[in-house]
Every structure is written in structure tokens, then in C-alpha cells.
């Protein structure tokens, strides 16, 4: 009982068949973009003052988060981590189970440079930094250059369909201010209390009545995820015997792990929209990835003049380069010559990436650098393609799944307070009798869940292990793909992941990363991840 509850624990919650850390750098084209890098998504049922019971507080509302610029140094002046002003940034949305996009919401940034002068003698001379003095205040005196943004609302094909402008609610205003990064303590004494200033209440069009009310914030975050990333992406350098003990996964407790990454900062796009304002007919289920685009051509000016970010030209149609719903698909899922294509392509075309969720090559690059056999037997891996493409039954699939790649959260499960959340979300409930934790991942995400070993103890097999010869997730085939069929129980462990572990639970069950997401520090409120670190720090 004891092992079947656990491996129905860590393994229904593996979505995408691959996670090791957030998707920073995860594309050749990419990482010489890093404005419009997607590093995270998240998509979960606000749980801002809701009750043990699910309801109250902010439990109507569902809060979107997609992160951009990966590991930003908090130090990285003068000019820090301004947003592009020639990207586009999208929040896609599919509330029909079709693959396709049926709500988006569109966020456009301008950068205004003031060309604060100070007196030099008889000349006025300007400043050389982004700020010139103290700052408090949306759009401060004493910031040289202020980054502000609007918002869109798109209904239908997020090209061709009907845009409306999203605007503040008191006001009427469509432009939308973002705070300055935290560039230290004498420029910004009360960062918190700053960027709290930068919540903005807005109505979006189009929404039923009632239920266009919401909240944005955009601004510098810290990051929030929590992976051993140095060690992971060195061949996985650590024995094999530290990623099997669960008493080396907490770097608090002096396991083997690094979580450098929790020094360094991304920026946020927030959102908290009213569930009734994304749902379409009975479907409670929906999809959610980010996108950026940028347009398709580019001149380099070679006299650029005075001004801000005038060294390019720009023109063309809107092209995508960036592409994130699940964690790390692109990064350890697709292979190294699909990944731009990866980036560029939408969920509706994912059939031509079946191949890298059938034949992962991760079980098999993970026995080669641990020097053990963790790989699974069943062969096309359908248990991936379930969790991967369609959703699972009873947890996050849609009533007619499309096979595609999204994170997808079903709204009517209730959320949960951050107190009583489980790292390991629906693991939790098979963990723990009477367990009412089944707002997490894999059903839509949420800061606190840890993506990273539960996907880990996924790809070494751990769905078939609950599947059992009955079939009882349907795992066998997959209705929308009939041709694609593989056995997928208990018998489709390697030997490895089949023992039994000094702790009395099978290895697959304890596999880790060495570092352990519940150990980062959150806000329990709107836009929920923590104050940015400080470059005076």
C-alpha cells in the first residue's frame, strides 16, 4: 500500500516528462535574446486569504505568471533588466480544449528617456545612470528613463481576432507604470512597499458582468525556482547514491545541493483574472503557455542618434522566438535541432515533436551519466504522452483533448491556503490520509510546487508503476492518438527504479535533485514570488 500510494503521489504530477530546472537559456537563438527569454510559467487558483476550506479571500480569481530575462545578477547596472520595447509579450490561453488560442492577453512596454542634466560648469551635462536620486513613486522625478506598458485582450485567433484595450479601473487610463529593478537600498529604501505601489486594479473588456475586474503587476521578482542547476547540467555531477537519499535533499539539512539560482532575480508578468472571465461554455478545464515575438526584421543603425534603444530598426510581421507553457520541455525534452523550431511553433502543429514524448532520451542520458539503468522498457512512452499532450483523467484533462503541449489547470478544484499546501501538490493527498491538496502541479502550477522531482521521478517510470496491469489511468493508448499503444505497468521499471530503498520505498520514489523548492521563500499575497534581491546586497 505503501508503495503504490507513493508512486501515485510523485508521479501523478509529472507533466511534462522532463524538468531539472526552469527554462533559462534553453534555445540556441535565445540565449542571444534574453529580453524576450521565457524562464517560467505559472497558472494556479489565487489562494490570497482563502480559507482552509477553499473558499474566500481571492479564490475566485485565477493568477497568471510568466517570467522573462533569465538569472538576472541583481547587480547588473547601469542600465538593469529594462522589458524590450520591440517584443511582443503573450499570455495565451485554450478554454475549449482545441490546441488553439481563444484569450490572450498582449503587453507592449515603452521606455522614456528624460536625459536628466546636471550642471557642469556652463554646460548641462546628462547623467550617465538610470537615476538620478532616491526613488518612491510611480514614475518617479528622479528615474532617467521610466518603463511603462498597456495591456490588450485578444478573443479568438490572437492575430486576426477582436483586441480590446485592458485600462486601470479608476482613471480610465490605458498605460500602465513599471517599477524601476531594485537597484539598492539608498536608491530604493522600501523596495516592497515600492513595488507594491505598482499593483494596478484594471477592467478587462468583454468579460462577463461582474467579472471584469482584475489586477497586473510587471516588475523585477526574485527567482523562484528552486534547482541544483550548476551540478544537473554537468552530466548530473553527483552519485548516484546522493540523488537516491532523500536525507541529501535538503541543503538545509547538509545534503549535496546548490540552489545558487535563488540569488539572482527574473521579471514578472503578473496577472489575477476572475475565473468566469476565462472559461468558455462547461469546459473547466484550461491551457495556458507564454509567447514573445519580435518583428521579423532587424537594421542595425550604424549612426544611431540620441535617445534610447535606437541602435536597430525594426519592421515586419510579429515573428515568435519564445515559447513556454510546462517547465523545461525545450530545454531537456526537445532535441538540440528542434529547439528553435520548438520556440517558433504553437501547441495546435506539436504533432511533429511526438517523437521526443514517445523515445525521451532523457531516461537514457540519465543511465549513461549515473551509471545505472533507470531508463523504462514500454516503448512508445504513452504514460509521458498522457501526462505531456492530453492531460491526465480525474486531474487536468480536458472533456476533448486536442494532443498538445500546455499547462492546464481545471478550475473547479478549490485552492489551497500556502500554509497547507504540498510541495508535491496532488502527491499530497496520496501521502497523507485525508489530504485536500489537489489545487498543485500537474494541475496548473504554483510557486511552491516542486516540478522538478516530481518530473524527475516520472521519467524513470513511476506512472506505469500506479498504472498496473488493469490500465487504471489509462495509460495503455491514447484516445486521439489510437495508433500510438504500449504496455505500461509496474513490470516497465528498470531494475534499478524497481528496488526497494533502505527507507522502505523504491528508489524512483526519492530520486532528487538535491535541493528542495519548499525552502523558497514566497509571498502569500499578489504577485505571490518574493521582493526582488538587492544589487547592494
Known sequence: MKYSRLFKACLLLAVSGAAMASSHREAPFITGSPKVDGTDFYMFRSYEGVAANGTGGRSDFVTLIANYQPLQAPYGGPNYFQMDPNALYEINLDNVGDAKEHLTFQFRFKNTLKSIALPIGSKQVAIPLIQAGAVSNLNDANLNVNETYTVKVVRGDRRT???QDVFKTSGLSTTFEKPVDNIGSKTIADYAGYAAKHIHTVTIPGCPAGMDQAKIFVGQRAEGFAVNLGVVFDLVNAPAGILLDPAQ???AGGGGGNNDIQKLNVTS??????KGC?????????GGWTTASVRQAQLINPAPGAGNTNGSKVGGAWTQVSRLGN?????LVIGLPDKDKFNASMPKDDGQFLNYVTNPTLPALLSVVLGADVAPKNLPRTDLVTTFLTGITGVNKPANPTPSEMLRLNLAVAPVPFANQNRLGVAGNALTPGGTDNAGFPNGRRPKDDVVDIALVAMVGGLCAINGSGDGLKLNSVPN?????????????STLMATTASNGLPNAANIHDGVDQANVRFLTSFPYLNTPNSGSQ
Open 161 to 163: 481576432g477582436v483586441a
Open 249 to 251: 535533499k535538503d541543503i
Open 269 to 274: 508578468i503578473a496577472m489575477e483574472v476572475n
Open 278 to 286: 476565462l472559461t468558455a461554455g462547461n469546459e473547466t478545464v484550461i
Open 327 to 331: 517547465p523545461l520541455i525545450n530545454e
Open 481 to 493: 492518438v489510437p495508433s500510438l499503444t504500449s504496455k505500461c505497468d509496474a513490470t516497465a521499471l
